[in-house]
């Protein structure tokens, strides 16, 4: 089992930044991939980036490719989500997750663990 608890969620002006934090215990991630995802009020939850727990290698979605950098701390078990220039499209609430790295980590179903989400909000 892995516990996946977000933290770094507030409310920002548009260009401005959050860095929001996934604290994972139960087990390591050595054999996952985080990812994070986000879900605005009537959307889907859809991939926004994700980072192979060993080696590093990490994804964006186009839309936030370029403003928003994902990160691991292997020491503390915890991955960060960077997100610069931020967009009121960004206002959502974003989840952390992992999944197996074998597997499709642009597939929410494929994950097995989530956390409980925190709100992001960007005003214009």
């Known amino acids: 089992q892995v516990q996946l608890v977000e933290s770094g969620g507030g409310l920002v002006q548009a260009g401005g930044s959050l860095r929001l934090s996934c604290a994972a215990s139960g087990r390591t991630l050595s054999r996952y991939t985080l990812g994070w995802f986000r879900q605005a009020p009537e959307k889907e939850r859809e991939f926004v980036a994700a980072?192979?727990?060993?080696?590093?290698?990490?994804y964006y979605a186009d839309s936030v490719k370029g403003r928003f950098t994902i990160s691991g701390d292997n020491a503390k078990n915890t991955g960060y989500l960077q997100m610069n220039s931020l967009k009121a499209e960004d206002t959502a609430v974003y989840y952390c997750?992992?999944?197996?790295?074998?597997?499709?980590?642009?597939?929410?179903?494929?994950?097995?663990?989530w956390g409980q989400g925190t709100q992001v909000t960007v005003s214009s």
């Open positions: 980072i192979r727990w060993s080696g590093g290698s990490s």
């Open positions: 997750a992992a999944v197996p790295s074998s597997k499709d980590f642009r597939e929410k179903r494929f994950y097995d663990y």
